[in-house]
């Protein structure tokens, strides 16, 4: 039984952390609108939020006590996660894509490692079929961070244009993804 219940939380943690990133993403749909490269990027990150949500409901179901723990985790990572500072944050410095995209970035890396937790405890508690799912989407969410870091130096770049710096876009664009540094950060698409 303490197996289930302990499962149980690491599924519920993820279902409710999923369910609160997912309302940032919408908002930067509008933000990126007209930026094809980002807005398809948000479009994902929107798109697995929505994949991932009921299928994590439907697990969460498996271990029982459904709408208590699915409540009880939302209460938590709304308040503990985030807290109200960051609302605040959000509302006095100004909107720039590539500033909500950063923040994108780290929100997915909680994700990763929600699921890495996830994935670990259902090894350890030989519940396959969660670990296969948080497997699935550790690969998933490590993709949709390697797509936000590929176009955060275009936003960086069109952020300072929109400043009115003068800047040459297509030359700092190529020295970042040519840059062996980072050549990890940037696969080939």
């Known amino acids: ?11 519920g943690d993820m279902h409710a952390l999923t369910i609160h990133i997912q309302e940032p993403f919408e908002r930067q749909l509008t933000l990126t609108k007209d930026i094809p490269e ?3 990027v948000v479009e994902a990150l929107v798109k697995a939020c929505k994949d991932q949500i009921p299928i994590l409901a439907a697990r ?6 459904y709408e208590k723990l699915l409540s009880d985790k939302i209460k938590s990572a709304v308040s503990l996660l985030f807290g ?7 509302s006095l410095r100004p909107l720039a894509a590539s500033k909500a995209l950063r923040d994108s970035y780290t929100a997915i890396h909680l994700v990763i490692c929600g699921y890495m937790m996830l994935y670990s405890t259902a090894t350890a508690l030989k519940d396959t079929e969660t670990a296969q799912l948080a497997e699935k989407y550790v690969g998933e969410w490590n993709l949709l961070g390697q ?10 770049l069109k952020d300072l244009a929109d400043d009115g710096l003068a800047i040459d876009v297509h030359a700092e664009n190529d020295k970042v993804h040519n840059n062996k540094k980072f050549s990890p950060l940037f696969p080939p698409q």
């Open 1 to 11: 039984m303490a197996e289930v219940r302990t499962l149980a939380t690491y599924v």
């Open 38 to 40: 980002a807005h398809n």
């Open 60 to 65: 969460l179901e498996k271990f029982g006590n």
């Open 84 to 90: 109200y500072g960051a609302a605040v944050i959000d």
């Open 147 to 156: 797509r936000v870091m590929n176009v955060i130096p275009l936003l960086a």
